[in-house]
Nanobody, 124 residues
């Protein structure tokens, strides 16, 4: 199983970025795919998650209305579109995968598989 994130970078407050999580080595539609972030000195935070098999799409309150998750099964890729970004969105963003769909709405970071992370910095 391999997860590779891309799309991070520097953006001004109010701007947008789109992160990608390319997955391989497993049946994409059978897994929950979550996005997490970790800012310096803070705990890892669940941002969003999708589980096609369970029909779940989850957003943390901190990003609801600004971030949108989309998955493309044909490309085994999940995208996190981040709009109206704020300095507090600055963090390393990770995607993760797990067969347990219930993890999607839990916000827990007990996923079996993780990507290497991509840095997102929002300047004020």
């Amino acid at each position: 199983v391999q997860l590779v994130e891309s799309g991070g970078g520097l953006v001004q407050a109010g701007g947008s970025l789109r992160l990608s999580c390319a997955a391989s080595g497993f049946t994409f539609g059978d897994y929950a795919i979550g996005w997490f972030r970790q800012a310096p000195g803070k705990e890892r935070e669940g941002v969003s998650c999708i589980s096609r098999s369970a029909g779940i799409t989850y957003y943390a309150d901190s990003v609801k209305g600004r971030f949108t998750l989309a998955s493309v099964n044909a490309k085994n890729t999940v995208y996190l579109q981040m709009n109206r970004m704020k300095p507090e969105d600055t963090a390393v963003y990770y995607c993760a995968a797990d067969r347990r769909s219930w993890l999607c709405e839990s916000g827990l970071d007990e996923y079996d598989y993780w990507g290497q992370g991509t840095q997102v910095t929002v300047s004020s």
